[in-house]
């Protein structure tokens, strides 16, 4: 069910220097490297995309600007933009960066190759979702393809993280396990407004007009937990129906439905 406009944006101020150099996903290979080096989740999200020389990108909610600096790397003309003014001023050096809304994107219809949104859709209330869905749409060529990573999983969160929970608890691990899971990053409890699971995101673009490809993947995990928990720990991230819900990221690739 869409939401009405009540729900009102997340104010651009939210997202300040502190967020992105301390809570925003990739920040810690962001700082170390200065940018040079993607993130684990990062790079395995613009691989999913397939850029390649000769295209046209769009990355929405473009934060510091390493994707645009990977596409520089490749040769490849990107444009980024973002709601926060100072994710537009960090980026600015990575490329072609402008403060926009991605309700309301600056370019014309039928651009770009590849439209990205990497860890921007669980900040948009559902009817912004639905007015972002539709620009990117709107931006894309023919053949061209929008490329989706969100994290959390809405059902892990929902369904996995009290048992997850429970279970550390009881093994004497009484910190890092607070009882709101948007808790473990405290910077989420104020941006995080709308998680996704592989169904509610295969549904919102699918009413969007895309034709979508939508799965789970979750971080490597190499805890030495002993052959129990190892075991447990397989099922329930390789088996269905549990893995629907203790994989952790939704990943999608979204072509216009014809």
């Given at each position: 069910?869409?939401?009405?406009?009540?729900?009102?944006?997340?104010?651009?101020?939210?997202?300040?220097?502190?967020?992105?150099?301390?809570?925003?996903?990739?920040?810690?290979?962001?700082?170390?490297?200065?940018?040079?080096?993607?993130?684990?989740?990062?790079?395995?999200?613009?691989?999913?995309?397939?850029?390649?020389?000769?295209?046209?990108?769009?990355d929405?909610?473009?934060?510091?600007?390493?994707?645009?600096?990977?596409?520089?790397?490749?040769?490849?003309?990107?444009?980024?933009v973002?709601y926060?003014p100072?994710?537009?001023?960090?980026?600015r050096?990575?490329?072609?960066?402008?403060?926009?809304?991605?309700?309301?994107?600056p370019?014309?219809?039928?651009?770009?190759?590849?439209?990205?949104?990497?860890?921007?859709?669980?900040?948009?209330?559902?009817?912004?979702?639905?007015?972002?869905?539709?620009?990117?749409?709107?931006?894309?060529?023919?053949?061209?393809?929008?490329?989706?990573?969100?994290?959390?999983?809405?059902?892990?969160?929902?369904?996995?993280?009290?048992?997850?929970?429970?279970?550390?608890l009881l093994?004497?691990?009484?910190?890092?396990?607070?009882?709101?899971?948007?808790?473990?990053?405290?910077?989420?409890?104020?941006?995080?407004?709308?998680?996704?699971?592989?169904?509610?995101?295969?549904?919102?673009?699918?009413?969007?007009?895309?034709?979508?490809?939508?799965?789970?993947?979750?971080?490597?995990?190499?805890?030495d937990?002993?052959?129990?928990?190892?075991?447990?720990?397989?099922?329930?991230?390789?088996?269905?129906?549990?893995?629907?819900?203790?994989?952790?990221?939704?990943?999608?690739?979204?072509?216009?439905?014809?």
């Amino acid at each position: 069910m869409r939401s009405d406009r009540s729900q009102k944006p997340v104010h651009p101020e939210r997202y300040d220097e502190a967020y992105f150099l301390n809570s925003c996903e990739g920040y810690e290979e962001f700082v170390a490297s200065e940018g040079e080096h993607l993130s684990r989740r990062l790079r395995q999200s613009f691989e999913i995309a397939e850029v390649k020389p000769g295209m046209r990108v769009l990355d929405v909610g473009c934060g510091r600007g390493e994707i645009l600096r990977r596409c520089a790397e490749l040769g490849v003309e990107a444009h980024g933009v973002d709601y926060a003014p100072v994710a537009a001023r960090m980026a600015r050096g990575a490329g072609a960066v402008c403060q926009a809304d991605a309700k309301r994107l600056p370019f014309p219809s039928v651009s770009f190759d590849r439209v990205l949104m990497f860890d921007l859709v669980e900040h948009l209330h559902p009817w912004e979702l639905d007015q972002a869905l539709s620009e990117a749409r709107r931006a894309l060529r023919p053949g061209g393809r929008l490329i989706i990573h969100t994290a959390p999983n809405a059902w892990y969160d929902r369904c996995a993280y009290p048992v997850v929970r429970l279970v550390r608890l009881l093994m004497g691990q009484r910190t890092g396990y607070p009882k709101d899971p948007r808790a473990v990053i405290p910077a989420n409890l104020d941006v995080h407004v709308n998680e996704q699971s592989v169904l509610s995101l295969w549904r919102v673009l699918r009413r969007a007009g895309f034709r979508a490809q939508v799965w789970l993947d979750t971080p490597p995990q190499s805890r030495d937990e002993g052959p129990v928990l190892a075991v447990a720990r397989h099922v329930l991230f390789n088996w269905p129906p549990f893995h629907w819900f203790f994989e952790r990221e939704v990943f999608a690739v979204a072509r216009v439905a014809r």
